[in-house]
Antibody, heavy 115, light 110 residues
Framework: EVQLVESGGGFVQPGGSLRLSCAASGFTFSNFWMHWVRQAPGKGLVWVSCINNDGSRTNYVDSVKGRFTISRDNAKNTLYLQMNSPRAEDTAVYYC????????WGQGSLVTVSS | QSVLTQPPSASGTPGQRVTISCSGSSSNIGSNIVNWYQQLPGTAPKPLIYSNNQRPSGVPDRFSGSKSGASASLAISGLQSEDEADYYCATWDDSLNGWVFGGGTKLTVL
């Protein structure tokens, strides 16, 4: 069974840093692109970033470029999102998701940016 | 402002058939597969339709998807009260090099 489990969420001050992790199991992690998607309270889904199979290619939504970094460790079957200099508008539930034709999503991790 | 356009709301009575539209462009829906997600209150989005018209195991055949050109649609037949949820369409965008989503449609079962 495919499982994606996010962790690392919580409270962070504006300008601080936080790293989200997503542990994958039930499939060959290194065969798939991986994504982060977020959902602010009461709002819709917004794609944040993606990374290719071997980690050599990354893409970001404009609003997080230069502040967030996506990475992966295929030996540990884990996806990461390093959030630097977060802003109040980054407050959201962050979901990791598997790419490819058959999507799978995690349950999400809440990040609250507040002083 | 979402890249894909969905109606913000839809409604129907139990047993009815409801359709939710999703409009995009040649750089997204027009050249890539479409997925649909169902999100019940307080829960993570659940894949409902993938690759335009395929259902994951466990999804009832009351749910169906279709795509034509740069538009897609989700149809729900035999509407049930438990279908009350938010529905999102999604696809890859070749210009943005990332996923794009519709703004979501809130389905109410009257």
């Amino acid at each position: 069974e495919v499982q994606l489990v996010e962790s690392g969420g919580g409270f962070v001050q504006p300008g601080g840093s936080l790293r989200l992790s997503c542990a994958a199991s039930g499939f060959t992690f290194s065969n798939f692109w991986m994504h982060w998607v977020r959902q602010a309270p009461g709002k819709g889904l917004v794609w944040v970033s993606c990374i290719n199979n071997d980690g050599s290619r990354t893409n970001y939504v404009d609003s997080v470029k230069g502040r967030f970094t996506i990475s992966r460790d295929n030996a540990k079957n884990t996806l990461y999102l390093q959030m630097n200099s977060p802003r109040a508008e980054d407050t959201a539930v962050y979901y990791c998701a598997r790419g490819g034709s058959t999507p799978h999503w995690g349950q999400g991790s809440l990040v609250t940016v507040s002083s | 402002q979402s890249v894909l356009t969905q109606p913000p709301s839809a409604s129907g009575t139990p047993g009815q058939r409801v359709t939710i539209s999703c409009s995009g462009s040649s750089s997204n829906i027009g050249s890539n597969i479409v997925n649909w997600y169902q999100q019940l209150p307080g829960t993570a989005p659940k894949p409902l339709i993938y690759s335009n018209n395929q259902r994951p195991s466990g999804v009832p055949d009351r749910f169906s998807g279709s795509k034509s050109g740069a538009s897609a649609s989700l149809a729900i037949s035999g509407l049930q009260s438990e279908d009350e949820a938010d529905y999102y369409c999604a696809t890859w965008d070749d210009s943005l090099n990332g996923w794009v989503f519709g703004g979501g449609t809130k389905l109410t079962v009257l």
